[in-house]
């Protein structure tokens, strides 16, 4: 299973998604809100008790931080700095920096055409749910952020889709991350 964790603490919980690949098609099999005030070193040894094939950590800001404790744990983690503008870059071996308009569009395509299974009995699908209905996207422009939520769990998801999409090479080189090449929308160019 492929995580992605959006690193948050005080004021701004940090998430955990679960995704598995098949095809086109994307299923949900984890969701987790961890409770405001988890250490960075919870977040890690939380994420490493999941065993993930690949841990694709928001390392914006503190999050870099959060992305080397779990390099050091010995997880195969992906940080991944959410910037402005249409162009990603490799930062280093195991870092990207990625648009969040590009980070964003492989979710919401798989959302639109109905590609994303996510199980109501799945704990955390109603959360995920109503940030769904907030997330939106305007002339390039994507805000998950909405009433009483800071769009973690979507972006823990879009985390996990992007780290399942480069492990199955459908874009590791930060190249292929430009406008209108995305993982998991090859087939759509």
């Known amino acids: 299973m492929f995580f992605g964790l959006d690193v948050g603490q005080a004021r701004d919980p940090a998430a955990l998604a679960g995704v598995v690949p098949d095809g086109e098609r994307w299923h949900a099999r984890h969701l987790e809100r961890l409770p405001l005030g988890t250490s960075y070193a919870a977040m890690v040894a939380r994420a490493a008790s999941l065993a993930p094939a690949s841990l694709s950590i928001d390392a914006t800001g503190v999050g870099r931080a959060v992305h080397e404790m779990a390099v050091l744990a010995g997880l195969p983690a992906l940080g991944v700095t959410i910037t402005g503008g249409r162009t990603a870059r490799q930062i280093s071996g195991n870092a990207l920096a990625i648009p969040k308009v590009l980070l964003f569009r492989p979710l919401m ?65 930060a190249a292929r991350w430009s406008a209108g090449t995305l993982p998991g929308q090859e087939a759509a160019h």
């Open 109 to 173: 395509a798989a959302l639109s055409g109905r590609r994303i299974a996510v199980p109501g009995e799945l704990p955390g699908a109603g959360a995920l749910a109503g940030e769904m209905m907030d997330f939106t996207s305007n002339g390039g422009r994507i805000d998950v952020r909405g009433r009483g939520h800071h769009g973690d769990l979507v972006t823990a998801l879009a985390l996990a889709m992007a780290g399942a999409s480069l492990h199955a090479g459908k874009g590791f080189a």
